[in-house]
């Protein structure tokens, strides 16, 4: 959160859904940090639909069937890094949505989405 509160398009608020800090625009919320390891990342359905399979591939990202947000796990470095490049995906996203275009139907994925830690995901 400290790294992407030195872009100049977001600022701190509280998370919508009540639970976390929150990095938002002037416009939308963006980023909801619910815990030190999970963040759910407001994309939107076009991107999320641009990224599926991309997304899919990712042991780090958990989507919800119609939600415009994913769920990212933090768990190293390269997640965070994922998070970031993320973050930079979901801002242009926003700018190119119409002004008029409707609020998204569903809230963040908060308590929609079970992270399991990753050793216990591949013992499976």
């Known amino acids: 959160m400290e790294r992407l509160l030195t872009w100049r398009d977001l600022s701190a608020c509280p998370a919508g859904c009540g639970t976390g800090q929150a990095l938002r625009t002037a416009r939308d919320e963006i980023v909801h940090f619910h815990s030190a390891r999970s963040v759910d990342l ?5 991107a999320i639909q641009r990224f599926h399979y991309d997304l899919g591939g990712s042991s780090a990202i958990r989507m919800v069937p119609g939600s415009c947000w994913v769920t990212v796990h933090l768990d190293c470095d390269t997640d965070v ?11 242009k996203a926003h700018q190119n949505r119409p002004p008029s275009a409707p609020p998204p139907p569903y809230g963040c994925n908060f308590h929609r989405v079970t992270v399991l830690p990753r050793d216990a995901a591949a013992g499976r």
Do not use: I, Q
Request: glycine share 0%; hydrophobic share 55%.
């Open 42 to 46: 407001h994309l939107t359905h076009r």
């Open 81 to 91: 890094d994922l998070l970031l490049s993320l973050v930079s995906v979901a801002l």
